[in-house]
């Protein structure tokens, strides 16, 4: 598994969805995504690791955003 690869991946689907939007659409696109990317690397444990890391961190930013913050 090429891990640059990876990092880079992972990092352009945070950009892509750090401007969070609450709306099912948007969900719905951060979880196809993420499945894509699994995909995309053979379902790695590791890359799945770090998509529910980013996934955890959007979903905080969320409520935050929610409660005003």
């Known amino acids: ?3 640059v690869e990876v990092y880079k991946s992972v990092l352009n689907y945070y950009r892509k ?3 969070i939007r609450n709306e099912d659409s948007y969900w719905q696109e951060v979880f196809e995504s ?3 990317i699994e995909t995309e690397f053979d379902n790695s444990k590791f890359v799945t ?13 969320s409520r935050q955003q929610d409660k005003g913050g």
């Open 1 to 3: 598994m090429n891990y």
């Open 49 to 61: 690791d770090m998509l529910i890391a980013v996934i955890n961190e959007l979903e905080r930013k």
């Open 34 to 36: 993420a499945h894509a």
């Open 17 to 19: 969805y750090s401007q």
